[in-house]
């Protein structure tokens, strides 16, 4: 077990951290793990158990309404601009975070691959760091994987998919890591770890960081 304290924040890994993921967790990506959740917890929770009211009062057959306000409906506003790298999304897949699936998904020829740590992966501790992992040498192309049964080598090609990282849920927990005690977000953990190790360096290649959010119940939870 490693502890790692930072001013009101202790971060615990209660797990054993896999060498085919090597370099994911360190103090100072647990240090941002860690700021997150101890940042946003407790709105996590209220949003969960808001979700919860809801559901209990669609139970009780109220109908669902679509709540605004008068400082969205009234005022000019205007989104942020799309960024030109995924301005055309016409043709987009989707798999999991396992080596061989990057590398083949990023070389598809969509336009974008979205590595899913939600559905498409089973959330063990392993398959969650070795995603982390395949997708950083993702980012600095320096991802293969060989064929243990044929030997075929397999690398990633001069021109790749545009990459999105899907998180787990609001909902769910990554139970080997806990912030003060509770188990963490298996949300900002799989945010946090990506953003951490990769946001300097897509940027620097004149892209960013992109995220589709999963199962998100309305618009508490998309706003700021």
């Keep these: 077990m490693k502890v790692y304290a930072a001013p ?29 959740c101890a940042t946003f917890e407790d ?57 061989k699936m990057v590398i083949n998904g990023l070389n598809s020829g969509a336009n974008v691959y979205m590595a899913d740590f939600e559905d498409s992966t089973s959330p063990t501790w392993k398959n969650i760091l070795e ?41 769910l927990d990554e139970a080997h890591i806990t912030v003060n005690g509770k188990s963490a977000s298996g949300s900002i953990v799989d945010f946090a770890l990506f953003f951490y190790h990769n946001a300097h360096t897509l940027m620097n290649k004149g892209t960013g960081p992109y995220f589709y959010l999963p199962k998100l119940e309305g618009s508490l939870e998309v706003r700021r």
């Design 8 to 36: 009101k924040v202790e971060v615990r890994v209660l797990a054993t951290i896999p060498a085919t993921a090597a370099g994911i967790i360190s103090e100072d990506s647990l240090r941002f793990v860690g700021f997150l």
């Design 43 to 99: 709105r996590r929770q209220a949003l969960l158990k808001h979700r919860q009211t809801l559901a209990s009062s669609y139970d009780a057959l109220e109908v669902p309404t679509f709540k605004t306000s008068s400082e969205v409906s009234d005022s000019e506003w205007k989104c942020a601009a799309i960024p030109s790298d995924v301005l055309d999304r016409r043709v987009e897949i989707t798999g999991p975070v396992d080596r």
């Design 131 to 171: 995603g982390q992992k395949n997708l950083k040498d993702a980012v600095n192309h320096t991802i293969t994987f060989t064929n243990p049964k044929t030997g075929k080598v397999y690398k990633l090609n001069q021109k790749t998919a545009v990459l999105f990282v899907r998180p787990r849920g609001w909902h």
